[in-house]
């Protein structure tokens, strides 16, 4: 028993004998005037207070141990809230090095940063400086691309098309003529001599002459003549009239351009005495692009060209003793006759736009000039007597077959060759030589052939 339990136990039993014997005298009395059953009752009492006491001291007892447990565990939660307190202790003093590290480093970071971020705008001005320059050389480099480009219009010397295309062109065209020719001359043989009425054919001769298409003595050899028997002269005649039409129509600088602005091809002349190839060559290609772009569209029309054509071969078999067939050629040959038109077409694009490195040019001869083997052929010629040379004093009388030369115009040490008579020096190429009759041999093909009218047909020739 603890001491506290000492001391309730002391005082009840100090309390009991204070009562005795206080109370002695007076229990005598007592005993004496009540007897046992008195005594018996305080006795019960006391009793029961002790038991009450005693039961008020486990009470007490048991709380003191509920206490001293209760005190034993706050002790034993003082000791881990007191780790717990250190050990958060140390973890702050950790997290305070920590963050004053951390400070440090961000501290540090906050210096890199802000040298970064100069450096970083030093870099955008740099690359703002260069994109100000590179912008300034791009700008730099399409000017200069475009002045190339310009000059490379001028300057360049490549051309659309080869000699050998221009040659097989010449030669298709020449092949589609003759055979035009033949087919329409033999197509209406048997309507030779039908038309009596010598006035028309007389009409028809002067028409062919006033357009100068077939020189000046064919158009009266076609009315005189009688060629029921053989179509010889007439198919010379469309020869001679496709070849001269399609030798102007090929022409870069067509009849209608000399007539309304005669000025440019003087120009082109000009140019062609003192600048390069490149340069006049280039002019005149984007001279005519553009001309033939704002001019009337007739100027430059196949169809326009071929019913030219049209209208001159019924005068042709008109002045032959042929019935009015207009009609019926336009029919029949208006689209064979469009399509040669639209080959010398693309024969004078070529010559006049498509080629700057030289001047391609049709070539015919003029009727009764002389004839000359190493410049044209003769298209009567026998081969069997290649080695009988035609006469001396032979006239051409008229161009059956286109020829084609090419022309440059060199330059020598940066400048331009100039030729014997001060001019500049040009080099011709021949690449194909036109085809003629000869005024002789339409004699013999006269004298041969139409027997009846050769004297009447040749006193002219």
């Not at 005993?31 to 005594?39: I, K, V």
């Not at 309304?260 to 082109?268: A, D, G, M, S, V």
């Not at 002019?283 to 209208?311: C, E, F, N, Q």
Request: glycine residues 6%; hydrophobic residues 40%; proline residues 3%.
């Amino acid at each position: 028993m603890n001491s506290f339990s000492a001391s309730i136990t002391n005082w009840l039993g100090n309390s009991a004998r204070t009562s005795e014997n206080e109370s002695a005298p007076h229990r005598q009395t007592s005993l004496r005037r009540h007897g046992e059953g008195d005594y018996r009752q305080r006795h019960l009492a006391l009793e029961g207070a002790f038991a009450k006491a005693t039961k008020d001291l486990e009470a007490t007892k048991r709380r003191e141990e509920d206490m001293q447990d209760a005190i034993q565990t706050l002790q034993t939660e003082l000791d881990e809230e007191r780790l717990a307190r250190k050990a958060n202790e140390e973890q702050l003093r950790q997290a305070e090095e920590n963050a004053e590290r951390y400070k440090k480093h961000a501290t540090h970071l906050s210096s890199q940063l802000k040298a970064s971020n100069m450096q970083k705008n030093e870099v955008e001005r740099a690359f703002a400086r260069l994109e100000t320059e590179q912008e300034h050389l791009i700008s730099m480099l399409e000017t200069r691309t475009a002045e190339l480009k310009e000059a490379q219009t001028y300057l360049s010397r490549t051309d659309d098309v080869s000699d050998s295309e221009v040659l097989q062109l010449v030669e298709r065209i020449n092949s589609q003529m003759y055979q035009t020719a033949s087919t329409i001359a033999n197509g209406f043989q048997s309507s030779y001599g039908k038309q009596r009425d010598e006035a028309v054919r007389a009409d028809a001769a002067s028409r062919l002459v006033q357009a100068g298409l077939l020189g000046p003595d064919l158009p009266r050899l076609l009315s005189n003549a009688d060629h029921e028997r053989d179509n010889v002269l007439v198919q010379i005649a469309l020869q001679t009239l496709f070849a001269t039409v399609l030798y102007h129509l090929a022409y870069p600088w067509s009849k209608i351009i000399d007539d309304q602005i005669p000025f440019l091809n003087k120009i082109y002349k000009e140019m062609r005495e003192h600048e390069p190839q490149s340069v006049f060559g280039r002019w005149r290609a984007m001279t005519l692009t553009y001309l033939h772009a704002i001019l009337p569209v007739k100027t430059g029309s196949a169809s326009s060209a071929a019913r030219w054509i049209l209208d001159n071969v019924n005068d042709i078999l008109l002045a032959a003793g042929s019935l009015d067939h207009a009609d019926l050629l336009k029919k029949v040959h208006g689209k064979g006759l469009k399509a040669l038109t639209t080959q010398a077409l693309g024969f004078r694009d070529i010559a006049g736009v498509r080629v700057v490195s030289g001047d391609f040019r049709a070539r015919i001869a003029s009727p009764n000039e002389a004839f000359a083997p190493q410049r044209m052929d003769d298209e009567w010629a026998d081969p069997k007597d290649a080695n009988v040379g035609d006469p001396s004093d032979a006239q051409v009388f008229s161009t059956t077959h286109l020829g084609l030369v090419r022309t440059e115009w060199p330059m020598e040490g940066g400048k331009r060759a100039n030729g014997a008579g001060g001019g500049a020096a040009a080099r011709e190429f021949l690449l194909l030589k036109p085809k003629v009759v000869l005024v002789h041999t339409l004699q013999e093909i006269l004298a041969d052939f139409l027997p009846g009218s050769a004297m009447a047909v040749t006193e002219g020739v």
